[in-house]
């Protein structure tokens, strides 16, 4: 009987399906000072390591089902995890999103300046070497991401892939990149310094702001930090603003993702679903929210040098989840759009990505719109119109008008599902 | 909309010599608002010309003085906020 305590979940699926002569790949967790033992060589039949890590009590090795029962019953081991392949941005959200196919047709972001106000950016890393046109630093930490939140997002929206041979490539690699750092280390800050970065970006002359920040939900989106997003999309800047990831529940949104005009995202999975921790509106004053969702599950973009974020892959890059990263890929393809179409005006912006999306079937106020499509968006494909799915109205949600049957519609949406 | 929340404004009340970080919309000239603000005993820490409005530090009291001014047009919390992903 397997142990559940020490097999992760993912193996336990995997010795359901292997035979017993196969040897299945895991990293093995022993007590700390144990692994130095473990080091100088297998001894068990049926297994054969391949790595000993020197950073931590962990040895990658090949075992059969036999060898990794008898591993379960070594008290020095602590945990057994199946080592799993890692997905790249540009294996999986891209082809999703299908942005691949937009950059083959020439656009790359080039001319277009995004702005990532969030925890600074690491301006050594070589994604996003040639291309830091501005950085401006409100905590008085100094510009350098000490926490990666910010440079992964840069990476998503704009990484070149430079230090991957492209792999890890974002959205947008020919957008230049403007960095407002308004999170301390910590991944916390204050909304007066986000609106000093948001007015920093609009000064520079920015098209784009991409934000990966919040508080907590509900928000009515008049509070200083919403007026101030407003008023930048009516300055001509186009804002792409995270949802946040207090989902399932409802009326999760919260500041400055329930602002009217700006394009708030919540995240789905690469099966096409939205996250189940994905925000989910009507706001407080019961307007639809979010616009649209992007994937932003396992995303894997550039890391900071120095930082631990996420499950990093190498010292280059690192794999994150949440609506932090779903807005920079979004903010990535606004790029693609203003490049290819550079009369579009915010409001036009947001409206052509809202009105392109995918349907996911999904109530509004779980995906908005649905998912982004970055070649629906350029070719301006409306043609089949995305299922609103709220039976008190047929008009699309622009997150500008109160949607009376929305706070009905989720609470029986969720009510139903929990009843399965 | 109220200028200020009933709750923040009890707050004021409850603790006139505690210290709030506040976000004040005001009307006017910015930079002459500002200085007002200053005058008035808030430690003002940034200016924002596309809302109009004023990131400060002040007393309970100050604040409650600050509603009653007719160019102060909101008062909120400076809140909170964090990264959404890792």
Redesign the interface.
Known sequence: MPNPRKLSDELLVSLGRTSADSQIPVIVRYIPDRVVMRAKGPTMRGVSESYNYRMAPLVHMHATPEALRNLEEDPEIVRIYRDLPVRALMDTALPIVRAPQVVDLGYDGSGIRIAII??GIDVDHPDFSGRVAGTADLVGEGPDDE?G?GT??AGVALGSGAASAGRYRGIAPGALLYSAKV?HRS??????D???G??WA?EQGVHIVSL????PGPSDG????C??CD??VE?GVVVVV?A??DGPGSFTVG?PGAARRVLTVGASTDEDAVAPFSSRGPTADNRVKPDLVAP?LRITAARAGETE??SPVDPYYTE??????A?PLVAGICALLMQKEPQLTADQVKARLMATAIDLGEHPCVQGQGRIDALRAIHDEQGEAPDTGDPNDGSPGDGTSPRPGCLTSVTSLFTRRHKG | MPKVDPELRQEWKDGERRTFSLIVKVSGDIEARRETLEDMGCQVKRAYRLTNSVSVRCSGATALSLTRRPWITRVERDSNVRAFGG
Not at chain 1, 187 to 192: I, R
């Open positions: 969030d925890t926490n939140h992964h997002c999170l991944g916390q800050g204050m909304m007066s986000v609106m000093a948001i007015e609009v990966s920040l919040g508080g008049h509070d200083a930090l007026d101030i008023a930048a300055s995270a946040g990831n500041s932003g974020l996420g994150c989840s949440g609506t932090s990263m807005t």
